[in-house]
């Protein structure tokens, strides 16, 4: 039998909700696991969200996107007049997972260990199979996926009401556009699992092949339930 595909929507900084939803989901060698991006900033504990990344990539299949927040400090460690905008959209939080604080902004890069800025590197634009498409943030529906501006792939907020469907006819898996009812946003080409973990919501894992779904707010504690099919919403 072939192994789950799952996908984990925001997690920001929230390590005890990856937690909670790792120990639940128990990934297996044959797994993929597709982290959308957005794993870091505004939430407790960044640093432990990478390490529990890095760790993971040794049980699974981890695939990992790049975010428009891995965007950001990845263009702060490279030019330091990009540190204050990454600051300012929740970066303040990382640094200080990493023992730091807005002070100590112009030594980012010692702060944060070369294995993690590597490990933030790496991460795809996007992620495709057979039947889905997984990216951060959208895409601009008639383009081929490897034609994706980033500007789509990491920026583009998801309206319900004008969503489109993919010329490709595949799913679209997303985060970025946090669903602040706590449930997935499923439109059937179009599924959004940014459950708004870090401001009381939860942190949402979705199996696409079964619909099974994981949950768990920022403090670890697992939903009721949460091991159904994903909640059917509209706009």
Request: negative net charge.
């Amino acid at each position: 039998m072939p192994g789950r595909t799952i996908a984990i929507g925001d997690i920001h900084g929230c390590a005890d909700a990856l937690a909670a939803l790792i120990h639940d989901m128990v990934p297996a060698a044959d797994d993929t696991l597709i982290a959308l991006g957005d794993l870091i900033d505004r939430g407790p504990d960044s640093q432990s969200v990478i390490e529990q990344m890095i760790s993971l990539a040794g049980r699974c299949r981890l695939i990992t996107l790049q975010g428009n927040h891995e965007e950001l400090l990845l263009s702060a460690l490279r030019d330091s007049a990009a540190i204050e905008k990454w600051l300012r959209c929740g970066g303040t939080e990382t640094l200080r997972s990493y023992g730091g604080n807005p002070d100590d902004s112009h030594v980012l890069a010692s702060l944060i260990p070369s294995s993690h800025q590597e490990f933030l590197a790496t991460c795809r634009p996007y992620y495709e199979t057979d039947t889905h498409l997984f990216v951060h943030a959208g895409v601009v529906a008639e383009l081929p996926i490897d034609q994706q501006p980033g500007l789509a792939l990491r920026w583009r907020v998801t309206n319900a009401k004008t969503a489109q469907p993919h010329c490709s006819g595949k799913t679209l898996v997303v985060g970025h556009t946090p669903q602040l009812s706590g449930e997935v946003l499923d439109l059937g080409f179009l599924i959004c699992i940014d459950t708004h973990c870090y401001r009381g919501g939860w942190l949402t894992a979705l199996d696409v092949q079964s619909g099974q779904i994981w949950q768990a707010d920022r403090s670890g504690r697992l939903r009721p339930g949460s091991d159904g099919s994903h909640t059917r919403t509209t706009a």
